[in-house]
């Protein structure tokens, strides 16, 4: 008897995250060396690629606060995020909600692998396909304008229309993995919490706020994370779009980043930005987590 639960043990248990935790320490390892030559970086001035300089302290980071160029990108950046979090959150409880109500048929199988396909495309075809559908007078949705009798927009040479471009292709790339989070939650939801706002005469509306959102608050915590997180870090869309441009329009902290380091070779100003990408990063999460555990 002993020896059968100590096997079936084992296999809940044990095996499962003995299984996980090699993978585990792999990428915590290569992740957190990452992190802390960064941190090393950051805190030195290497004037050439050979990483020997002198240790500045927070020099570099106070530097980047006083360049015109890093603060436009970090308020382009908070836009940009803000903007694709909030349609990628609307977008993803819709989806969600619309695939809950189908259940299990196979409408709802066809339309839950559908929504994964901007996610599973590369960044860089996706950026692709989003030039290729707003590029000059040639551009699929300057022709369909055309046909409806309508001028063709400037949209990636405009600023402000390749700002609204980059974050909409944003949004589509990174919101299906929100909708599997949300979906997840919808999913474990009693059923019978439903019938008892039926019963107490609540409407879709009541019992959506009533009933569904706290029921799934850590779920809606967890896509908040990640919508924020993506897109704070969201490079493979942007640069092959406009490379931050028409005149740094579209340059966020992400590019700002590279640009540092791969075009001016300014490894120690490009680690700093990145520590501040980190840290802004876990506010965020730790800001969300908070708010939501409230709540519950």
Known sequence: MNATLCTQRFRKIILPYGLVLPATILVAGMMGYAIVVAIVDSLHHYPTLVREGDFVGLANYIQLFGVKHFQDAVIRTF?????????????????????YSLNASRIAEMVR????????????????MWRFLFSGNAGMVNLFLETLGIDSVRWLSDQRNAFIVVTLANTWKIFP??????????????PQLYDAA?????????TFYAVTVPMISSY????????????????????????GGPLRATEVMALYMYRLAFREMRFSEA??????????????????????????
């Open 271 to 296: 680690s700093a930005v990145m520590i501040l990408l980190l840290l802004v990063n876990i506010g965020f999460s730790f800001f969300f987590i908070r708010v939501f555990r409230k709540r519950d």
């Open 113 to 128: 692998t559908a929504t994964l396909i901007p996610y599973l495309i590369s960044g860089v075809a996706a950026a692709t």
């Open 220 to 243: 809606i915590a967890t896509s908040l994370i990640w919508l924020t997180f993506a897109s704070f870090n969201m490079f493979a869309v942007i640069y092959p779009m406009t490379e």
């Open 79 to 99: 836009v940009f995020v803000g903007g694709s979090v909030v349609l990628g959150l609307m977008i993803s409880f819709a989806l969600a909600l619309c695939l």
């Open 177 to 190: 993995m929100a909708v599997l989070i949300l979906l997840s939650g919808l999913m474990v939801i009693d």
């Open 198 to 206: 039926i019963v107490d005469g609540a409407g879709k509306i009541r």
